[in-house]
């Protein structure tokens, strides 16, 4: 192609007058200037945008559009209220459920622990005032004994008056119509085996010849093991003249979770050191909340009042995070439901065995 078409086509590219005039060298470098300038014309202009990598351009919403690869989200189908109702009840029945498991196994031997230090300091001082008690009718929840077993795990553990469930969440309870620690006779003490410390929870292994010490209002007296029975085993030999005789009573089970769920009862006999103590007397009968594996029917009232307050507090949480908001709701809510979940799990743990 000679010089002449090319200024030809770069005239028409350009909308440029052709020119004809001049020389040869004239013509070329008016034809190389004029292609600079188209050149710089075109890098000027702004480029078309390709569409992005993964981009996909289709007509309808932009939840349809992929982006990046990602699938588009599809808009999910309205829930039912029955079906939402129950989802809801499941997670809300779900969620008591872990809680209670939790208050039961996690943090009642905190709860214990705390009554145990109160029970301590009021032993010790009636024991110091000498007005701790040593018969007869004695209120439940009364610290009565302290009581030491190395080989048991028992350290300085208060013993309280009562064998009913409630009573028991303090500690080691004394069965009211049997004697005291240390006095002539049968004295039986029943212990937790897993809830609340589970403060007998060593008892199934005990072993014939260890020591177990008790301080009563009545002085220090020592028991040594002498044997240990399940049920439809014979009992030991009876009882003469100012013999004394410490039962401790539990539960058992097999298995890893066999505290929990026991299958049996255990006792511990162990035999007084010296002559026992003289007995002012004892009730002749306790009531059958206060025998082995027996629930605690007291309960029942707190707990079906405290059940509807349970779920107006979390109707008042619903209520008042719709009209105040978030973080208002909780400060004035959160504590409410707490206490109120606190309680009704207590009285629902007294409905179970009392020696769980």
């Known amino acids: 192609?000679?010089?002449?078409?090319?200024?030809?086509?770069?005239?028409?590219?350009?909308?440029?007058?052709?020119?004809?005039?001049?020389?040869?060298?004239?013509?070329?470098?008016?034809?190389e200037a004029t292609s600079t300038q188209r050149v710089m014309r075109r890098s000027a202009e702004p480029a078309a945008v390709a569409p992005a990598a993964g981009v996909v351009a289709i007509a309808g919403s932009l939840d349809d559009v992929a982006v990046d690869g990602v699938a588009p989200k599809r808009q999910r189908a309205a829930i039912s209220p029955l079906r939402g109702t129950v989802a809801w009840v499941l997670a809300t029945v779900s969620l008591l459920s872990l809680w209670f498991v939790a208050y039961a196994v996690v943090l009642t031997p905190f709860q214990e622990s705390s009554r145990q230090t109160v029970l301590y300091s009021t032993l010790r001082q009636s024991l110091s005032q000498q007005t701790a008690p040593l018969g007869g009718s004695i209120a439940p929840g009364t610290p009565v004994a302290l009581m030491n077993a190395p080989s048991l795990g028992i350290s300085d553990t208060t013993v309280v008056e009562g064998t009913s469930s409630g009573d028991l969440m303090s500690g080691p309870g004394h069965k009211s119509d049997t004697v005291l620690p240390g006095q002539a006779g049968v004295s039986v003490l029943y212990g937790r085996a897993?809830?609340?410390?589970?403060?007998?929870?060593?008892?199934?292994?005990?072993?014939?010849?260890?020591?177990?010490?008790?301080?009563?209002?009545?002085?220090?007296?020592?028991?040594?093991?002498?044997?240990?029975?399940?049920?439809?085993?014979?009992?030991?030999?009876?009882?003469?003249?100012?013999?004394?005789r410490l039962t401790l009573?539990?539960?058992?089970?097999?298995?890893?979770?066999?505290?929990?769920?026991?299958?049996?009862?255990?006792?511990?006999?162990?035999?007084?050191?010296?002559?026992?103590?003289?007995?002012?007397?004892?009730?002749?009968?306790?009531?059958?909340?206060?025998?082995?594996?027996?629930?605690?029917?007291?309960?029942?009232?707190?707990?079906?009042?405290?059940?509807?307050?349970?779920?107006?507090?979390?109707?008042?949480?619903?209520?008042?995070?719709?009209?105040?908001?978030?973080?208002?709701?909780?400060?004035?809510?959160?504590?409410?439901?707490?206490?109120?979940?606190?309680?009704?799990?207590?009285?629902?743990?007294?409905?179970?065995?009392?020696?769980?």
């Open 1 to 31: 192609m000679t010089t002449t078409e090319l200024e030809a086509i770069a005239a028409v590219e350009t909308d440029l007058p052709l020119d004809t005039t001049g020389s040869r060298r004239e013509r070329r470098l008016a034809a």
């Open 194 to 244: 897993s809830l609340f410390g589970g403060p007998f929870a060593s008892v199934p292994q005990a072993k014939v010849g260890d020591p177990i010490s008790v301080i009563t209002g009545q002085g220090t007296f020592t028991y040594t093991i002498s044997g240990l029975r399940r049920a439809n085993d014979p009992f030991p030999a009876a009882l003469t003249g100012t013999g004394g």
């Open 249 to 356: 009573v539990t539960a058992e089970g097999t298995g890893r979770l066999g505290a929990l769920r026991p299958d049996g009862v255990v006792y511990v006999d162990a035999t007084l050191k010296g002559d026992g103590q003289p007995s002012p007397g004892h009730p002749a009968t306790v009531p059958l909340a206060e025998q082995a594996m027996q629930g605690d029917p007291s309960a029942m009232l707190p707990l079906a009042v405290l059940l509807p307050l349970l779920i107006g507090s979390v109707m008042f949480i619903v209520w008042a995070r719709a009209r105040w908001g978030g973080w208002q709701t909780w400060v004035i809510g959160a504590p409410l439901v707490f206490a109120t979940l606190w309680a009704v799990s207590q009285c629902a743990v007294q409905l179970l065995p009392n020696l769980i």
